[in-house]
């Protein structure tokens, strides 16, 4: 079993459209999770840290479940410009002998059309 | 201010050569870790170098190396390629392993992306 899962893709979207996207992590003891996004051919990009609390960023938001070891972005509104690769991705953390290593999904891919 | 740059950014080997991709790291940042990246995929956490030293290592051979400098720049070795180390090589700095508990964003690099032939 992969430590991170996402949704496979690719996810075609008309402009205007609200999209969700999942993902679960195996490891309990994981604690930081984030949502990058990767353009085609460049490097990933942070695009918000997930908190048990949720968070929001104008028209995103993400929102973590500890106990089903679970995570997920919305996007309202969508824009031509969202059209990415968003990446799921996992910390261990300092404490559980992680450091910096991110875990990452295999992406899913959105396309937003006109 | 300078992001992580990665040189060359493109390269195309044969099958048994061995190459070495290079990384400066974001102006401040002394931490670096390289990634693998192959078509489709996430990128996969290879190495990681604080203070010159290999700190953490993902499931990679021996095969890949690498070296840290004394002023934070890095560099991935990989000897005898394969034709599945065909991939986007990412470095990503962050700042040191100072506060236990936390967590320093890393910042990536455009990437080398390496064929072998």
């Known amino acids: 079993r992969k430590e991170v899962e996402q949704d496979p893709g690719p996810f075609n979207v008309p402009e205007g459209a609200t999209v969700a996207f999942n993902c679960t992590y195996s490891n309990s003891a994981s604690q930081s999770f984030f949502w990058y996004r990767q353009d085609c051919r460049k490097e990933p990009k942070l695009l918000m840290s997930v908190y048990s609390s949720g968070n929001e960023d104008g028209r995103f938001t993400a929102q973590l479940n500890r106990a089903s070891q679970y995570i997920s972005l919305l996007i309202r509104d969508s824009k031509l410009s969202d059209s990415a690769t968003y990446l799921c991705v996992v910390n261990k953390g300092v404490l559980t002998g992680g450091g910096n290593k991110l875990t990452f999904g295999t992406g899913t891919q959105l396309k937003v059309e006109l | 201010d300078a992001g992580v740059t990665q040189s060359p950014t493109h390269l195309i080997k044969t099958r048994g050569q061995q190459v070495t991709l290079r990384c400066s790291p974001k102006s401040g940042h002394d931490t670096v870790s390289w990634y693998q990246q192959a078509l489709g995929q996430g990128p996969q956490f290879i190495f990681q170098?604080?203070?010159?030293?290999?700190?953490q290592r993902g499931n990679f051979p021996d095969r890949f190396s690498g070296h840290q400098f004394p002023n934070y720049s890095s560099e991935l070795n990989v000897n005898a390629l394969l034709l599945g180390d065909s991939a986007l090589y990412l470095c990503?700095?962050?700042?040191?392993?100072?506060?236990?508990?936390?967590?320093?964003?890393?910042?990536f690099g455009p990437g080398t992306r390496l064929t072998v032939l």
């Open positions: 170098y604080y203070e010159e030293e290999e700190r």
């Open positions: 990503a700095s962050t700042s040191g392993l100072k506060a236990v508990g936390s967590y320093n964003e890393q910042f």
